[in-house]
């Protein structure tokens, strides 16, 4: 039901997510944000069971905005998407399990661009792309095609725009708008909402 | 609370435990519970005091609620253990709106959903479990006026919704079956993006999300048909009252699990004002304060 789709470049990381916040058939909402911003360059796109996912990914966000006050600096995006997959593998095989996927993208100062693909049965992968959701299974392959290490901010997002015009066109579901989000060594840049032709 | 007495909670064990005058100070693990009702995320701490609610709401009854209870009880837990089965099978449902637009906030729902008031700028549509939404209704108003008496300003419509979502948060995954929409007015210190019209929606699954039109309920597709066409920001005051009267009504037809009249609130910054619509000719009016 829910797309996340990450790419990372050589000096970024683009990622996007869908914007429908569904209960049973409905879509009771259209402009749905799923991308939560942990720090200043890193954003933690989180996608899953309905209550799960706030409250899995504003945890995180609060404990590594805490890490940032007790420390004084931030954690990198390789140490927090250790401490998410570490937070889910301890709930894993308890009573009460988060049933969240998620994407971590960042940037780091010294390592660069990273993209890091988390599942519900708390995996953990660092990879240059990744998608979530039913749509995965109509990207990856596009992903594949294209993808480039050395690709170029606009490549990118043509390489995002061609996976989200086949959602439309073989998806049974709509996904009418996605939020797009650029993370460099800047920070993270909002980029235009991407929307179907059909309205 | 005197709902503890008529649900007979100080006859349950593990009642003593919880209150200040119990000398059973026990450090088993419990729900801790603050003033600033930081309630424990699924994760059990030692207990240090109570905010006034008893623990065992907190805590959701398990088919085996012997070994969540570690301590040895006086008497035999047996009868609590046990699942109790449904007397026949429940059937609820209901049609709830609300929607934001230039004149405040409307709420409107069919009499067998039920609309209430929880201070002058808040009012509640309830669908999913009657029992559930009236309890955490009466808690949730509790909560917000001890709020109020200790911070000496009213609780942000967000903030009512956070603290909702976080008291039920406990409850995934049980049978609580609480959906709520909360309409409200926020009335903002300075005029930031926080004061004006305001609509979340709060479920019992964790959902919370905020929003210009929500519908819940078996009756919401038909709902939304007619609300989706026909809404605007700019409707005026009548407009608005009709719209979600048609909107509720074409969804009382035509579900089967809806129906009777229909109940209306309208807030504004001045406060709520209730219709209820069960004449033909016109309305039983009801207003705040």
């Known amino acids: 039901m829910e797309y996340l789709i990450g790419i990372q470049g050589p000096d970024f990381v683009l990622v996007a997510a869908d914007n429908v916040a569904a209960s049973s058939i409905l879509q009771m909402k259209h402009d749905y944000d799923k991308m939560f911003k942990l720090s200043e360059k890193i954003l933690l796109l989180c996608v899953g069971e309905a209550g799960d996912t706030v409250q899995f990914a504003e945890y995180i966000q609060k404990n590594v905005q805490l890490y940032k006050m007790r420390n004084g600096y931030e954690l990198s995006p390789s140490a927090a998407a250790n401490f998410t997959r570490k937070n889910l593998a301890d709930y894993l095989r308890s009573r009460t399990p988060y049933h969240v996927n998620l994407l971590l993208a960042g940037y780091d100062d010294a390592d660069g661009p990273g993209l890091y693909y988390m599942d519900h049965l708390s995996s953990l992968a660092k990879a240059p792309f990744a998608a979530h959701g039913y749509g995965a299974f109509l990207t990856l392959s596009i992903l594949d095609q294209h993808y480039r290490p050395d690709l170029t901010r606009e490549e990118a997002v043509d390489l995002l725009k061609k996976c989200i015009e086949e959602l439309n066109k073989r998806f049974i579901l709509n996904l009418p708008s996605f939020t797009v989000r650029l993370i460099d060594k800047e920070g993270i840049h909002d980029l235009e909402t991407l929307t179907s032709g059909a309205k | ?289």
Not at chain 2, 52 to 74: E, K, Q, V, W, Y
Not at chain 2, 187 to 205: E, F, M, Q, R
């Open chain 2, 1 to 289: 609370m005197a709902l503890e007495d008529i649900c007979g909670f100080t006859d349950t064990p593990v009642h003593a435990k919880w209150f200040p005058t119990s000398l059973f100070e026990d450090s088993i693990s419990s729900i801790h519970l603050t003033d600033n009702c930081t309630f424990g995320l699924r994760k059990p701490k030692k207990s240090e005091g109570n905010g006034g609610i008893p623990m065992d709401f907190f805590i959701p009854t398990l088919p085996n609620s012997a070994s969540f209870n570690h301590r040895p009880l006086p008497s035999p837990p047996a009868k609590y253990s046990a699942m109790v089965r449904r007397p026949f099978p429940l059937s609820h449902g209901t049609t709830t709106l609300g929607f934001v637009f230039q004149g405040g906030v409307i709420a409107a729902a069919d009499t067998r959903a039920s609309i209430t008031p929880i201070h002058s700028h808040l009012v509640v549509t309830s669908s999913g479990s009657g029992a559930d939404c009236m309890l955490w209704e009466r808690i949730l108003a509790r909560e917000i006026r001890l709020y109020q008496l200790r911070h000496r300003r009213r609780l942000s419509i967000c903030g009512t919704a956070k603290l909702l979502s976080f008291m039920l948060h406990p409850f995934k995954g049980t049978e609580v079956c609480v959906a709520l929409t909360l309409c409200g007015w926020d009335k903002g210190v300075t005029a930031s993006t926080n004061s004006g019209p305001k609509l979340i929606y709060v479920c019992s699954d964790g959902a919370r999300l905020q929003g210009d039109v929500f519908s819940v309920g078996s009756g919401s597709p038909y709902a939304y048909g007619v609300l989706d066409r026909e809404l605007r920001w700019c409707l005026s005051k009548e407009e608005a009252i009709s719209l979600a009267r048609e909107a509720v009504f074409r969804a009382t037809h035509r579900d089967a699990y809806s129906g009777n009249n229909v109940d209306l609130f309208h807030i504004t910054a001045q406060g709520w004002i209730g219709y209820m619509y069960y004449y033909r000719t016109g309305a039983l009016f009801l207003c705040c304060l």
